[in-house]
């Protein structure tokens, strides 16, 4: 049997969230309180271009990289699906950013107050392909307590940028960083500055 | 004393190496379509039968494709790399099995729309 184009289902459009930050500051536990599925992981067998190469000197300059991601899903409605990807945390690991930032409709700093320096690095790369980004301070029980504006300073963030306090394993928490996420790209993006 | 760097044996027969490339018989780019990790896929007809010359792995994407599924999706129910599924998928799309949508482009970010079918989506969660 062969089914007429017009009888075919039509198809929820993806989008995608970064969830990135220093090892163990959360992501993987993000992922999972607001995902409707345990947090699920892929491979994918990646190109690095010559990445501190210079492409003229040797065939090393290509290489391939397998990288595991954590991510989930969240279905919204019959339009859409939104997936959350945890970014690899090492940063031999950038070229992947690249490819996982591309397209995407922002992304989730998450910062253990514990290791604040830990996630200098996702901000500078998020700061520096203009991809819309928030912070948000996993609170972990015992982790010395930041004012919003400590953090601010000590990450040296635009004051656009939102900050929000967090309980990563907690769903109700890490909705309301989405969320707050999604305003802040649609400010950004939807209706740029002047218009 | 060999080299530490020269392959053995049984570093080729691992496994978890070979599986992929068997399945796919050795083909690492899909024959159409490009495929982006969330790209999504949904079964379309009838599950074909034993004769139809597909392979238990395309079967198996076909079943978990009833309802709407994305490449990583698929790759991490399979247990395969998401490159492998790229392949399969193009082998079902090319037989008209599946049907497939690319995700949003960055372009597509500035549409005010989607902004709030996202936001309510949440809020309804």
Same mark, same amino acid.
């Given at each position: 049997?062969?089914?007429?184009?017009?009888?075919?289902?039509?198809?929820?459009?993806?989008?995608?969230?970064?969830?990135?930050?220093?090892?163990?500051?959360?992501?993987?536990?993000?992922?999972?309180?607001? =995902?409707?599925?345990?947090?699920?992981?892929?491979?994918?067998?990646?190109?690095?271009?010559? $990445?501190?190469?210079?492409?003229?000197?040797?065939?090393?300059?290509?290489?391939?990289?397998?990288?595991?991601?954590?991510?989930?899903?969240?279905?919204?409605?019959?339009?859409?699906?939104?997936? #959350?990807?945890?970014?690899?945390?090492?940063?031999?690991?950038?070229?992947?950013?690249?490819?996982?930032?591309?397209?995407?409709?922002?992304?989730?700093?998450?910062?253990?107050?514990?290791?604040?320096?830990?996630?200098?690095?996702?901000?500078?790369?998020?700061?520096?392909?203009?991809?819309?980004?928030?912070?948000?301070?996993?609170?972990?029980?015992?982790?010395?307590?930041?004012?919003?504006?400590?953090?601010?300073?000590?990450?040296?963030?635009?004051?656009?940028?939102?900050?929000?306090?967090?309980?990563?394993?907690?769903?109700?928490?890490?909705?309301?960083?989405?969320?707050?996420? $999604?305003?802040?790209?649609?400010?950004?993006?939807?209706?740029?500055?002047?218009? | 004393?060999?080299?530490?760097?020269?392959?053995?044996?049984?570093?080729?027969?691992?496994?978890?190496?070979?599986?992929?490339?068997?399945?796919?018989?050795?083909?690492?780019?899909?024959?159409?379509?490009?495929?982006? #990790?969330?790209?999504?896929?949904?079964?379309?007809?009838?599950?074909?039968?034993?004769?139809?010359?597909?392979?238990?792995?395309?079967?198996?994407?076909?079943?978990?494709?009833?309802?709407?599924?994305?490449?990583?999706?698929?790759?991490?129910? #399979?247990?395969?790399?998401?490159?492998?599924?790229? $392949?399969?998928?193009?082998?079902?799309?090319?037989?008209?099995?599946?049907?497939?949508?690319?995700?949003? =482009?960055?372009?597509?970010?500035?549409?005010?729309?989607?902004?709030?079918?996202?936001?309510?989506?949440?809020?309804?969660?």
């Amino acid at each position: 049997m062969v089914f007429a184009r017009s009888e075919r289902p039509r198809l929820p459009t993806a989008i995608k969230i970064l969830v990135a930050g220093g090892f163990g500051a959360g992501k993987t536990t993000m992922v999972g309180a607001v =995902s409707e599925t345990r947090p699920l992981r892929t491979e994918e067998v990646l190109t690095d271009r010559g $990445v501190g190469v210079d492409d003229l000197t040797s065939v090393e300059a290509k290489r391939t990289t397998t990288v595991a991601m954590d991510f989930g899903r969240i279905t919204l409605g019959n339009d859409y699906v939104l997936y #959350l990807f945890g970014t690899p945390g090492q940063e031999r690991f950038w070229f992947v950013w690249d490819e996982l930032a591309e397209g995407s409709l922002g992304a989730v700093i998450l910062a253990d107050t514990r290791r604040l320096a830990d996630c200098f690095p996702s901000v500078d790369y998020f700061e520096r392909r203009g991809t819309p980004f928030v912070v948000a301070v996993n609170c972990f029980e015992g982790s010395p307590s930041f004012e919003m504006d400590e953090v601010r300073l000590a990450l040296q963030l635009n004051p656009a940028v939102p900050i929000i306090m967090c309980d990563a394993r907690k769903r109700e928490s890490s909705r309301e960083v989405l969320i707050s996420l $999604v305003k802040h790209s649609a400010r950004l993006r939807a209706e740029p500055v002047g218009s | 004393m060999r080299g530490t760097d020269e392959p053995t044996d049984e570093h080729w027969l691992d496994p978890e190496i070979i599986r992929p490339y068997v399945v796919t018989r050795g083909r690492t780019q899909p024959a159409h379509g490009r495929f982006d #990790l969330i790209s999504m896929a949904l079964a379309i007809g009838p599950l074909p039968g034993p004769d139809a010359g597909l392979d238990p792995e395309h079967l198996r994407i076909l079943q978990l494709c009833r309802e709407p599924k994305s490449v990583a999706e698929i790759a991490a129910y #399979l247990d395969l790399p998401a490159g492998t599924i790229r $392949v399969l998928l193009g082998d079902l799309f090319d037989r008209e099995l599946v049907s497939a949508q690319e995700p949003r =482009s960055e372009v597509d970010m500035h549409d005010m729309k989607m902004y709030r079918a996202v936001l309510d989506g949440l809020r309804s969660l």
